[in-house]
C-alpha cells in the first residue's frame, strides 16, 4: 500500500465553499487509482471558503507519473446540491514527487471533471495517450459550451447566449463584480444626483444650469476639462491624450475635399501650409466613417452627426492647436471652412460639431470594435480550440476575464433597440451597424500594433504625446514577456506550424473576429514564432492598455458635457456670423439625453474592487520554474514604469494616468 498525500485549496470568494462529498482519482502513466472519497479531521468545513485541507489518499501501488486528475462533487441526502471554486490541487507522489493541478473554475454538478498537471504543453510534447484523450474530451465539451453567434452581419461575432445565467460558471462575473456593477448601473442617477432630470425633454438655457448638473460628480480631470473645453490648446492635446488618441496623423498634403485658405491659417512670419506640412508639423483627423450617415431621432427630433475634418499645427511651444475646419466631406457654399479668426461662436460651435463626432466615433469604433468586440473574439476562440494544458490558455486565460459577460451587457444594456446608445447617442439610429461595418473594414493589423500604428500615422515625433510614450514602453515590456513564454515552449517556427490547436485558433479569430475578409496585414495562420509571439502581444496589448487608454478617462473627459456632448439637435451653420450662445445651447442635447450620456460615462470609467491590474495573476496557471521567473521579471519591468510614469505625472498640468499598469485592469471587463 502506498500514500499520496493531497492538498486542495478552495477560493477565497463569496459562494466559494461546498459541503458536499468530494472524491478523487488519479490517472499516471501506470495506471489508475481507485475513486476515494476525500475526509480529514476538519470534516465538513473542508471545502469552505479560503480553506487549505490536506489529506492522505491510499492505494495498492504506484501508478507512475501522473497525468491528471478526477474530481467530483456529491451531494448528501436531503442537501442540495451547491458549487465550490477550488483553486488548486497539489499531490505529492509515493516517490516524492510534487505534482500541481491548477483548477480555478466552478464545479456545479456531480459529474467528473478532469483537470490535467500544470506543466503546460503544445500537442507536440503531450505524447501520453490519456492526455491526448482528455484534451479531445475538453476541447469537445468547450465547443458546445462556447458557441458562436451572430449578433449583427458584418461585425464581428460573439458567444450565443440569451443571459448571463447561460454563460458557463466560469467565465461569469463574481458575486462581487455582479453586485457592484448592477448597483452603479442602478444607482448612477443617484449618485449623480440627477434624477429628477432623468425625463427632462427640455433644452438648455444657461451654461450655469450644466454647471450645476455636473457639479454633484467630478474628478480634478474633469474639473479642468470645465475649465479649459473652450482653449484651442486644449481642444488639440485630446486628440493625442484623450480618450480616442489613435485618429490624429501626420499631414503631408491637405485632402482635395478640404480646400483650406492659405491666408487665413495664421502661421507666424512667411510660413505656409506647405512649409509646415514639410516640417512635419501639420496633422489632419478625419471623420469619414460618419460620412452619408442617417443620425437618430431623439425626443422626437432629428439629430446631427457630421463627418468633419480637422486641421491641425504644432506650434513652436510644442502645443496641438486646430487651424481649420470643415463640416462635411463635401466642400460646397454651404459648407464653410471656419478658422481661428472667425467670430468667438463660430469657431466654438465648429469644435463643439468635431467633439460630438470624437465621441461618436470613439464609443463605436475605438473602444466598442477595437478593443470589446475582438477582446471577445479572441477569448472565444481561445476557449474552443485551445486546452487548460496548452501554454497559450496558461498565458491568455487572465486576459478574458469577465469580458464575454460584460459585452453581453453591453448588447443588452448599450446597443439594443432599448440601450442607452441606441436611445441617446446621435450615431445610435438605424445606421450604428453601418458605422460598425465601415470601422471593421478600416481595421489593419497594423493599427492595433501600437509601434506600426505610431510609424503608420507619422505621429513618432509629436511632443506631450503621453499615450504614445506610454503605450510604447508598455507593448516592449509585454512583447519581451510573451517571446519569453512562447519560446520557452516553442523551440522552432516547425513547432508552430505543426501545432493543430493554435493553428485552429487564429484560423477562427480570423473567421469570425475579421469575417474572413481581406484585412491588410491580419495573419490566417502562424508560420512562425516570431509572428506568434506578435500577435498574442496584440491581444494582451488590446485587452489590457489599450482598453484601458479608451475606457478609463471616459468620465474625466466627457463628464463635462460640452466638451463631448452625446449627440447635437441643430444643424451646423452654413454661414458664418449668425452663431450665437444661444445658437450652442439650443445646438446642445435635451436635458434628459445629457444626464443619461453623464451616468453611462460614469458606470464605464468605474473600478471594480475585484480589478486585478496588468500583470497580476493571482490564478497560478504556470508551475514551472522558467514562466514564473518571466512572470516576476514582468511584474518588475511594470512596476518600474508605473514610478516612471508617476513621477512625471507630477509635473504636468492634465496627468496622463490611463497607461499607468495600477491603473490598467488584465482584461476587458469593464
Known amino acids: 500500500m502506498v500514500k499520496y498525500e493531497v492538498t486542495i485549496s478552495t477560493a477565497f470568494m463569496a459562494g466559494a465553499s461546498t459541503f458536499n462529498h468530494i472524491f478523487i482519482k488519479f490517472v499516471g502513466t501506470d495506471g489508475e487509482s481507485d475513486r476515494k472519497w476525500l475526509r480529514n479531521f476538519k470534516g465538513a468545513l473542508a471545502f469552505t471558503k479560503g480553506a487549505v485541507s490536506c489529506f492522505t489518499v491510499c492505494n495498492p501501488v504506484s501508478i507512475g507519473r501522473l497525468v491528471l486528475i478526477e474530481l467530483d462533487k456529491q451531494r448528501l441526502p436531503l442537501f442540495p446540491e451547491d458549487s465550490w471554486f477550488p483553486t ?47 484534451r479531445e474530451k475538453e476541447l469537445k465539451q468547450r465547443e458546445e459550451d462556447y458557441r458562436w453567434d451572430v449578433y449583427e452581419e458584418g461585425i464581428p461575432h460573439s458567444i450565443k447566449t440569451e443571459n448571463p445565467l447561460d ?23 443617484t449618485e449623480l444626483q440627477l434624477n429628477g432630470l432623468a425625463n427632462c425633454e427640455k433644452p438648455w438655457t444657461d451654461i450655469e444650469d450644466i454647471n450645476r448638473v455636473f457639479c454633484c460628480k467630478r474628478t480634478a480631470i474633469s474639473d479642468y476639462v470645465q475649465e479649459h473645453w473652450k482653449e484651442d490648446a486644449f481642444f488639440g492635446y485630446q486628440f493625442l491624450n484623450g480618450v480616442n488618441p489613435t485618429l490624429i496623423r501626420r499631414c503631408s498634403a491637405p485632402p482635395v475635399n478640404f480646400p483650406v485658405n492659405n491666408n487665413l491659417l495664421g502661421f507666424p512670419g512667411q510660413c505656409s501650409l506647405e512649409d509646415e506640412m514639410k516640417n512635419g508639423n501639420i496633422f489632419l483627423c478625419d471623420y469619414k466613417v460618419f460620412d452619408g450617415v442617417e443620425p437618430n431621432t431623439i425626443n422626437g427630433k432629428k439629430q446631427y452627426l457630421m463627418a468633419p475634418l480637422v486641421l491641425l499645427h504644432k506650434t513652436h511651444d510644442d502645443k496641438m492647436k486646430p487651424i481649420a475646419i470643415q463640416l462635411k466631406q463635401t466642400p460646397g457654399d454651404d459648407n464653410p471652412i471656419f478658422y481661428p479668426t472667425d467670430s468667438e461662436y463660430d469657431w466654438l460651435i465648429a469644435k463643439i460639431f468635431v467633439r460630438s463626432a470624437y465621441f461618436n466615433e470613439h464609443q463605436l469604433n475605438a473602444h466598442l470594435l477595437r478593443t470589446h468586440l475582438l477582446a471577445e473574439v479572441f477569448a472565444v476562440s481561445l476557449l474552443r480550440h485551445i486546452p487548460m494544458v496548452h501554454p497559450l490558455y496558461k498565458l491568455l486565460i487572465p486576459h478574458t476575464r469577465y469580458t464575454l459577460q460584460i459585452n453581453h451587457l453591453a448588447r443588452l444594456l448599450l446597443i439594443s433597440k432599448t440601450g442607452v446608445f441606441t436611445q441617446f447617442a446621435s450615431s445610435g439610429g438605424k445606421d450604428m451597424f453601418t458605422i460598425l461595418k465601415r470601422a471593421l473594414s478600416s481595421v489593419t493589423y497594423s493599427s492595433l500594433c501600437i ?16 499615450y504614445r510614450d506610454d503605450g510604447l514602453k508598455l507593448w516592449d515590456i509585454i512583447h519581451r514577456f510573451v517571446q519569453g513564454i512562447l519560446c520557452f515552449y516553442y523551440k522552432s517556427d516547425a513547432e508552430v506550424q505543426q501545432d493543430a490547436e493554435l493553428q485552429r485558433w487564429i484560423s477562427d479569430v480570423f473567421e469570425h473576429g475579421f469575417l474572413s475578409q481581406p484585412c491588410p496585414g ?35 473627459y466627457g463628464g463635462w458635457m460640452p466638451n463631448t456632448p452625446i449627440s447635437l439637435q441643430l444643424p451646423p ?45 493571482p490564478d497560478e496557471h504556470f508551475s514551472e520554474e522558467t514562466p514564473c521567473k518571466l512572470i516576476k521579471d514582468f511584474q518588475g519591468e511594470l512596476q518600474i514604469l508605473s514610478q516612471t510614469i508617476k513621477v512625471r505625472n507630477q509635473s504636468l498640468e492634465v496627468p496622463y494616468k490611463y497607461m499607468d499598469p495600477t491603473e490598467v485592469e488584465n482584461s476587458v471587463a469593464i
Open 451 to 466: 509601434p506600426d500604428d505610431i510609424a503608420e500615422r507619422g505621429v513618432e515625433a509629436v511632443p506631450n504625446y503621453y
Open 573 to 617: 451653420p452654413t454661414t458664418k456670423g449668425k452663431t450665437s450662445e444661444a445658437t450652442m445651447l439650443q445646438t446642445f442635447p435635451d436635458v434628459n439625453v445629457t444626464v443619461q450620456g453623464m451616468a453611462t460615462l460614469w458606470l464605464l470609467s468605474k473600478q471594480s474592487s475585484d480589478f486585478i491590474p496588468l500583470g497580476r495573476y
Open 522 to 556: 491580419i495573419p490566417k495562420s502562424f508560420t512562425t514564432v516570431a509572428e506568434l509571439v506578435k500577435f498574442v502581444t496584440m491581444v494582451i496589448f488590446t485587452c489590457s492598455a489599450q482598453h484601458s487608454a479608451v475606457n478609463s478617462g471616459q468620465y474625466d
Open 167 to 189: 454563460l458557463p460558471c466560469e467565465v461569469r462575473f463574481s458575486f462581487t463584480k455582479t453586485t457592484e456593477f448592477f448597483f452603479t448601473a442602478a444607482s448612477g442617477l
Open 88 to 134: 488548486k490541487v497539489e499531490v505529492k507522489s509515493p516517490e516524492g514527487h510534487t505534482y500541481n493541478f491548477p483548477i480555478y473554475r466552478w464545479i456545479t454538478d456531480s459529474e467528473v471533471h478532469r483537470f490535467r498537471e500544470g506543466t503546460a504543453l503544445t500537442t507536440i510534447y503531450d505524447t501520453n495517450h490519456l492526455g491526448k484523450y482528455s
